[in-house]
């Protein structure tokens, strides 16, 4: 069992920045693909970022929504079991609930994958015109 539990949400103009902190109980976190996901009032929980980890290779995979390529950053440490998401240029259709999430399968399937191994229950980010 792993739990996830987001904080770093708040209140903050457009144009501003937050990062968001996924602390994760795992010993192992290097075996779960990490993401970030987000849910609007009134809509559909949407894919923000995912991150691989780094593998045998030692190179991490990191793939963005496109409303959030370029001013969205998500990283790791494992050796912290942490996942951070650094957004900068908010916009205030980026108000939403935000989501920490692991997964067994690979990175690249978060975007599409509907279920998820584990969830944390979500911190509000509201971004302010």
């Known amino acids: 069992q792993v739990q996830l539990v987001e904080s770093g949400g708040g209140l903050v103009q457009a144009g501003g920045s937050l990062r968001l902190s996924c602390a994760a109980s795992?010993?192992?976190?290097?075996?779960?693909?990490m993401g970030w996901f987000r849910q609007a009032p009134g809509k559909e929980r949407e894919f923000v970022a995912a991150?691989?980890?780094?593998?045998?290779?030692?190179?991490?995979?990191?793939y963005y929504a496109d409303s959030v390529k370029g001013r969205f950053t998500i990283s790791r440490d494992n050796a912290k079991t942490m996942v951070y998401l650094e957004m900068s240029s908010l916009e205030p259709e980026d108000t939403a609930v935000y989501y920490c999430?692991?997964?067994?399968?690979?990175?690249?399937?978060?975007?599409?994958?509907?279920?998820?191994?584990?969830w944390g229950s979500g911190t509000l980010v509201t971004v302010s015109s």
């Open positions: 991150h691989s980890g780094s593998g045998i290779s030692g190179s991490a995979l990191t």
């Open positions: 999430a692991a997964s067994r399968f690979a990175a690249q399937t978060m975007a599409t994958r509907k279920t998820m191994d584990y």
């Open positions: 795992a010993r192992t976190l290097e075996l779960y693909a």
